[in-house]
Structures are given as C-alpha cells and as structure tokens.
C-alpha cells in the first residue's frame, strides 16, 4: 500500500501569514527590534576600526602604518629618535597636554561647582540671563570662540599674550559650562530636603553647603572633573589658535603637523598613548562614582521594591 502524498499548503493562507508576518517585522511599534542591534553594531564597528588600528599599528616594528610586521615597542621606548621616551618634541607635547588638562581640571571645576550653586540659588530676572549665558558656550562653535580668545589676548589683553596662559583661560571658559550642567542636574536630584534638615538641626547656610552638600556633590564633580580632563587632553581647536611656538604645542596639534608631512609609527603610539590615559581617567571616575553612589543606588532599590509590594 503506497503511502499517501503530503498535502500542499494552503496558498492564500501562506501569503496572508508572510504579509503579517512582514509588517509585524517592519511596522509593529511594539514588537522586538530586529534591526537595532544590526544598526548599533555597525556604528560601533564603524567607529572603533580607525582607533584598533591606530593603536595596533602604534606596536608595528618597522615604519610602515599598512603592512604589520609583528609586535614591538619600538615606537614607545626603544628607538633612539623617534620613540616617546626619546623624542624631546614628543615629550613636550605629552607633557603640555597634561599640563593644560590638570590646569583647566583644576580651575574649572571649583569655579563650575562654586557657580552651579549661586545660579540654582539665584532668584531674579537676571538669573535666565546668567543661565542662558553659561549655557552659551556649549552651543557656540569652538572656532568662533578660540579666534575671538585669539584677537583678544593679542589686542586687548596684551599682558596675557598667546601660550600656556592664553590657552588655559581659554580652555576653562570653553569647558566651565560641562561642570555647571552636569554639578546642576546632580542638585536638581537632590533637593534642598538635606541642607533644610542639616540647618534644622543647628548647622548655619555655610556650614550646610560644606558638611553636607559638597559631599553629596562629589560623584558629579568626579564625573565633571574626568570629562573636562578627557576633553581638555585632545583638544585641538583652541589649543592651536592660542599657541605661541612648538614649546605649547599639544598632542593633538603634533599628530595634526605629523598627519600632514609624514605619519609614523610614532604618531600612532602618540594617539594612543593619549586614549590610554583618557580611558585610565574615565575608568576610574567611574569606579569612584559608583562606589560613592552605592548606598543611594541601594535605597532606590529598596524603595522601589516597597512600592512594588504595595
């Protein structure tokens, strides 16, 4: 007895389910994302692939920046020239990027806390001014504000001339503004609830801004403190409008120059000597403000849990 032949599909059917089935995929506003993920991916990789092979050819031994020939430090230490260690103008640029980096570190973040908290005190019709002109500088183009730095110092201002101080002044103001919006959001969270119970129980205005809120402002002055110094430390904009000579010239306008004439190895070690210490810096912001925030991430649990039980 032969055995019976399979059944065919129903056609209308099967092309009624694939129609649903491609507009669940294509138009369903709650349905899983399916194409996401391939997005993210692709951007991901788009942006890191230039850096991995920066920092990978940074190892390569000869002088080529296409052809790997294998794994050395060449080009930090070794070569008597053109290494990090050995190359003085290199070491200038190394040493002048940090020195701008802490320096704005520095200046900038007392001076972002200290206005943060007069502006979210100040009540008046002034006070939409002040905001709107601190906010200023994260939406004016970097260029516009460096050339103008530069007329400046070297028309008005004479007695500060171009350099190091030129450059530091100008790289406070342009990131003062990321310590006042990040210092602000962390007070708007907060409140005013702990500075009314501390002068409740005693602690005068002063005494509660310094025993109480300055401690609770420590996690966004870290995150503020690691962003401006990660900032700071590639910036290329103002810190080549405001140099004076190769003695102020920073990694970023080094790798810039080099870029131009004739890349080596060396740029790229360059390059990711300074994504090294940046990804240092923000790795341990980052340690230091989840460790400080531990016990607030906690109580927000606990509270969330209570409120789900209820």
Known sequence: MSAAAPVAPDAAGARTRLRWWIRDLLVNPWGKPRFLWIVGVGYVAWTLLPIVLAVLFSFNPGRSISSWQGFS?????????DSLLHDPELRQAIVQSLKLA???VAIAVPLGVAFALGTDRWRGRSSAATNFLMMFSLVTPELILAVALFLLFINLFKFVGLGTPAQLLG????????VVVIVRARLLSLGKEYEEAA??????PVGAIRRVLLPLLLPATLASAAIVFAFILDDFVMASALSLDASTETIAIKIYSAARTGPTPAVNAL????????????????ALFRRLTRGERQRASVAKDIAFQL
């Open 73 to 81: 430090l060449r080009w930090y230490l070794r070569d008597p020239n």
């Open 102 to 104: 802490m320096g704005t």
């Open 171 to 178: 790289m406070v103001v342009l990131s003062m503004a990321y």
């Open 199 to 204: 002068m409740d129980l005693g602690a005068s």
């Open 271 to 286: 390059g990711s000597l300074m994504l090294f210490i940046s990804t240092i810096v923000i790795a341990l912001a980052v």
